[in-house]
Every structure is written in structure tokens, then in C-alpha cells.
Nanobody, 126 residues
Framework: QVQLVESGGGLVQAGGSLRLSCAAS????????MGWFRQAPGKEREFVTG???????TYADSVKGRFTISRDNAKSTVYLQMNSLKPEDTAVYFC????????????????????WGQGTQVTVSS
């Protein structure tokens, strides 16, 4: 199983920025589809953004224009740059990997991802 290690969470003022990182153990990282999800207290886990093995990106409407997902295959790492943060962005953020090489699945949903990070807390205050 691929292991995912997340970092970069913390406390930030509204309007500020954070950059999350997710390092993967797999040697075939470049063939994975990666995603970010978040979960606030009392709510279900929701999709934030994802990036395919070919670099294609998808964003939830709530973060489009503010968040950017990217990947560095040489470092087996996926990033989430979060700008213009709002209090409603407060949640535990999870990195996820679909380790099936060159997957043709187009949708981002929880069940497709076999590997998950431990989660990192992001708190946005005003």
C-alpha cells in the first residue's frame, strides 16, 4: 500500500495563504491520480481538487480561483496552494491516491482512492 505523508497545515488569518504538501512512497507516482478532500466537524468528507497523471486538474466550485493543485513527479509529491482563505475553509484536509496506473476514471469520489493520508488541520480565523 502506498503511504502518504501530509504537512503544511496550521492556523492562518482570513485572507492569508497556506501550502499543503503530500509526499507519496510509490515508485510509480507519476501514474497516479491524486486528490485533496476536506472534512469539517459534523460534516461529510468533501472533494476539494484533484490532478490526473496527465496533469489535468479539477476544482470544486467553492475553491476555484483560490486554490491550486500541482504535482512534482520527481519528488513524488502533490501540493495544494491555498490563497484568500476564508473561515469556511476550516477543516481537516486529506490527501488521497488512486494508485491504479493511468486510470481513465474521470470523477473524483472517495471510493476510488485506496490510499489516504492521516489528515492535516487547517484553521482560518478572523
Amino acid at each position: 500500500q502506498v503511504q502518504l505523508v501530509e504537512s503544511g497545515g496550521g492556523l492562518v488569518q482570513a485572507g492569508g495563504s497556506l501550502r499543503l504538501s503530500c509526499a507519496a512512497s510509490g515508485r510509480t507516482f507519476s501514474s497516479y491520480t491524486m486528490g485533496w478532500f476536506r472534512q469539517a466537524p459534523g460534516k461529510e468528507r468533501e472533494f476539494v481538487t484533484g490532478i490526473r497523471w496527465n496533469g489535468g486538474r479539477t476544482y470544486a466550485d467553492s475553491v476555484k480561483g483560490r486554490f491550486t493543485i500541482s504535482r512534482d513527479n520527481a519528488k513524488s509529491t502533490v501540493y495544494l496552494q491555498m490563497n484568500s482563505l476564508k473561515p469556511e475553509d476550516t477543516a481537516v484536509y486529506f490527501c488521497a491516491a488512486d494508485t491504479r496506473p493511468y486510470s481513465s476514471v474521470s470523477d473524483y469520489y472517495v471510493g476510488r482512492f485506496a490510499s489516504w493520508g492521516q489528515g492535516t488541520q487547517v484553521t482560518v480565523s478572523s
